[in-house]
């Protein structure tokens, strides 16, 4: 595997390539979560092997790419995949996405309906489930934050906000207002007008977002396939790697 960078929508992003350059293989483009990086794909990409030609993106604030350069939407993040996209000359091309990846996956898929051939959701976030929960995290955030600049309570702060669920609100200071765009876009609107063929992939135990919401994208995707990994959680393409390029496989080739 390769690692190169190149600049898209004005952005340093660092990639993963397995150097295929037959025009005619398939392209499957990777992406990750929230506090994660193209190489959590590698164990994937090692399977998969060099049929297809395979790239993995360090999103803009994370792994080894820049920073965003200003507060992102998931608008701002799906327009640079599709950067990189045209940029490559990227043809016949599956994108899959894994949580945050899968907001961003079924956001590109809006703005160009025509670019991608298929989708792969993996455990993915953005949907009404999350909504109350989300929305709470962000009047409280604002509400906490005073209160956290008295001196001796501030070590209270990580307590509190990991009984509030919001270590990915913690852990990535810098793109906060980011992440509170992204996880406040409820995607609910965008699931009907999906083109594409979509395979859901899920964790039975996925913990951070639930099994009923898979059995919610399936039944709100035109064109979609649900498999579920009974034994795995939220990582469910690396509890079960070679379950999961099996399933891949068998979705590419259909």
């Known amino acids: 595997m390769t690692e190169k960078q190149v600049v898209v929508a004005n952005q340093l992003v660092n990639y993963l390539s397995n150097e295929v350059v037959d025009p005619a293989a398939q392209t499957v483009v ?57 940029k490559m000359e990227l043809k016949k091309i599956v994108v899959v996405g894994h949580s945050f990846g ?20 993996v455990d993915s976030a953005g949907f009404r489930l999350h909504g109350k929960r989300n929305a709470v995290l962000r009047i409280v955030a604002k509400m906490l934050k005073p209160f956290f600049m008295i001196p001796g309570l501030r070590t209270l702060r990580l307590p509190i906000y990991r009984v509030m669920g919001a270590e990915d609100y ?16 409820d995607l609910t609107a965008l699931l009907g007008y999906v083109r594409q063929e979509t395979l859901i992939v899920w964790g039975g135990r996925d913990e951070d977002t639930p099994l009923m919401l898979a059995m919610w994208l399936k039944e709100h995707i035109p064109h979609s396939d649900l498999v579920i990994f009974h034994n795995a959680g939220h990582f469910s393409f690396l509890d079960e790697p070679d379950k999961f390029v099996g399933t891949v496989r068998d979705f590419l080739k259909a």
Do not use: C
């Open 30 to 86: 990777f992406l990750h979560g929230w506090r994660s990086e193209a190489a959590v794909w590698r164990p994937v990409m090692d399977r998969l092997g060099r049929r297809y030609r395979q790239f993995a993106l360090d999103l803009p604030g994370f792994g080894k790419s820049e920073k965003p350069k200003h507060i992102f939407t998931l608008v701002d993040y799906a327009t640079v995949v599709l950067g990189f996209i045209k």
């Open 102 to 121: 899968g907001r961003v996956v079924i956001k590109l898929s809006a703005l160009e309906p025509d670019i991608v051939e298929k989708l792969i959701l």
């Open 170 to 185: 913690l852990a990535t200071p810098e793109l906060r207002e980011t992440f509170l765009n992204v996880i406040n876009e």
